[in-house]
């Protein structure tokens, strides 16, 4: 990913952010009262406000100074979501069958991380391209894969199987923390001194930077 700095922006201003996922649908209302749904985009795209996460002057000046280092819009960077940022549900530790990457054929070395978001209705399919080092843990058909046996490049999120060792067969699931690549959607950060020694930033807005 061009333009980007392999860094997380300050955790401690993270925790207290609002957002998530946003969708564009045009929607057309027809004459008899039904309408047409499109979908323009295929993915959701991330947005937050991190404004509501600085709660002292340390977090002000942690953010400015990450946001002098980024440029301001110019580099992108790791961003944790406070909500979804596990391979499973918020309150649990990654599990090695949490998420299915691939299945092995015994030819097929590398599977891209995913996260799948499925009810009774229908799924969506994530791509998670940004992995937490050491958090990942891998099976093949049940089986607990020993961390010796694969690799996994935390800046796309590809998992490699090493020589001799890729899966014949079964089902390859994963687990994982992962961050959300995003970039500051402003060029301008606004600093408030409310008070001494304490400070705010109304906004600071991020969006994900799609591949």
């Given at each position: 990913m061009a333009g980007f700095h ?107 991380l995913v996260k799948r978001y ?94």
């Open positions: 392999e860094v997380r922006f300050p955790l401690r201003v993270a925790l207290g952010t609002s957002g998530g996922p946003v969708r564009r649908t045009d929607i057309v209302s027809l004459s008899n009262g039904r309408e047409n749904r499109n979908r323009r985009w295929q993915d959701a795209r991330r947005r937050y406000d991190a404004g509501s996460g600085v709660r002292s002057i340390d977090d002000l000046y942690a953010v400015l100074a990450f946001f002098e280092a980024r440029a301001g819009q110019f580099y992108g960077f790791r961003f944790r979501d406070p909500v979804d940022h596990r391979s499973g549900v918020p309150g649990a530790s990654p599990a090695a069958d949490d998420q299915q990457i691939g299945t092995g054929d015994g030819v097929t070395a590398a599977f891209q499925a009810d009774a209705g229908g799924a969506t399919v994530r791509v998670i391209e940004k992995p937490v080092a050491g958090s990942l843990v891998v099976s093949v058909a049940g089986s607990a894969v020993p961390a010796a046996d694969y690799t996994v490049d935390t800046a796309t999120g590809i998992v490699t199987f090493k020589p001799g060792k890729v899966p014949a067969s079964g089902a390859i699931r994963a687990g994982f923390e992962f961050d959300v690549p995003v970039r500051f959607d402003t060029d301008r950060i606004d600093i408030d001194l409310a008070q001494f020694n304490a400070g705010r930033i109304p906004s600071i807005p991020l969006v994900e930077i799609k591949p």
